[in-house]
């Protein structure tokens, strides 16, 4: 049964919040970063990619060049779970997904793309170089092709290979997605002065990853790229490459990127809901907590067995995240820091 207490807290909470309004989320310290620009991106991958973003946010470039180039270091990484080195679906064959998105509502997105090694830069030629913003499957690689992209050996990465062998002996179709908590009981998180919590334990496997940034002009971009579950159904889509679902950037008032159960992102249009709650007032925490709620709401019960987070960056450079269990964690890069954060959680 989910916690009731919690749930009765959170209630309260929610109707002090539309007594006195903007007051009773005020942003606490450690969510305000002095200064611009600033990158933020989800899970323990997040580390080498906000640096790969930082070579151009750090030059005073522009954020949708950082987003690209950033998660473009994790779909290298053939270590990771993200990219052609990520597990396959139940016939054993990577797809991808990806979006972006810029601060004049431009966006593009592939999903079910095969053998491309950069599924986002794919997704930025969709929104410059077409009138559409999704490409899927064959017709996003033939778009892929043209573009100058090579196209990449069918084969699994090493680990990819040995999960799928793994998988195959029960080829048992119950996808569990990044709950963290219960590989993460080894180290306590631990609190800086600073107010940062510093994740416990090792983050573990994460097929997608998502980034927001904010460059020194002020303006924010988004991108998210992932294989999506490992051993999906052939065809199954998550979020990831979803507009207003894995991404939504609405440059007036902040950005948001999802990870963890697609299905469950989609259902509630989850990064946009994120977006708008900003627009109402919330800092970025209260606005990933607010949407995190909806889908315990929803999902009742069953909530126990999924795992969704939300990171946040709002126009004041402001950042904030919320999942349903604990063991989430984001990285972030400013010029002030370069760190590990963990998210708060409804379940602790
Ligand atoms: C999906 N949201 O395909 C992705 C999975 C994910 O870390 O975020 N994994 O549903």
């Not at 090792?202 to 490992?230: E, F, K, P, R, Y």
């Amino acid at each position: 049964m989910i916690n009731r207490r919690k749930f009765i807290n959170a209630s309260a909470f929610t109707s002090l919040a539309a007594l006195v309004g903007k007051k009773a989320w005020a942003t606490p310290e450690y969510e305000t970063v002095k200064g611009k620009p600033i990158v933020i991106s989800t899970w323990d991958a997040g580390l080498n990619a906000n640096k790969g973003a930082w070579g151009i946010l750090g030059k005073n470039g522009r954020a949708l060049d950082a987003v690209e180039a950033g998660v473009m270091v994790t779909e290298s990484e053939q270590s990771c779970c993200v990219g052609l080195g990520a597990n396959p679906d139940r016939e054993g064959i990577v797809t991808l997904d990806a979006c972006i998105m810029d601060e004049f509502f431009n966006c593009g997105s592939v999903a079910f793309l095969e053998r491309i090694k950069h599924p986002v830069s794919v997704a930025r030629r969709v929104m410059e170089k077409t009138p559409h913003v999704m490409l899927v499957g064959n017709g996003a690689q033939q778009f892929a092709i043209a573009e100058g992209f090579p196209l990449e050996e069918q084969t699994l990465s090493p680990d990819a290979e040995k999960a799928y062998r793994e998988w195959l002996k029960k080829s048992e179709y119950k996808p569990v997605i990044n709950i963290e908590n219960k590989k993460q009981s080894a180290f306590a998180p631990s609190r800086l002065s600073t107010g940062e919590w510093l994740p416990g334990g090792q983050a573990g496997n994460h097929d997608t990853i998502g980034m927001v940034a904010m460059d020194s002009q002020g303006n924010l971009s988004g991108s998210c790229t992932t294989s999506g579950m490992g051993f999906k159904m052939r065809g199954r889509l998550g979020d990831s490459p979803i507009i207003g679902a894995g991404l939504f950037v609405d440059n007036e008032v902040g950005a948001c990127t999802a990870t963890g159960q697609g299905e469950d992102v989609i259902r509630m249009c989850g990064s946009h809901t994120v977006v708008e709650f900003m627009r109402q007032g919330f800092a970025p925490e209260a606005a990933c907590k607010k949407a995190i709620e909806r889908i315990i709401k929803i999902k009742g019960e069953k909530v126990k067995d999924i795992q969704v987070a939300f990171l946040a960056l709002n126009k004041k450079g402001q950042r904030g995240s919320f999942a349903i269990h604990k063991g989430f964690s984001y990285a972030i890069k400013s010029h002030d820091i370069e760190m590990l954060v963990a998210s708060k959680s409804w379940f602790l």
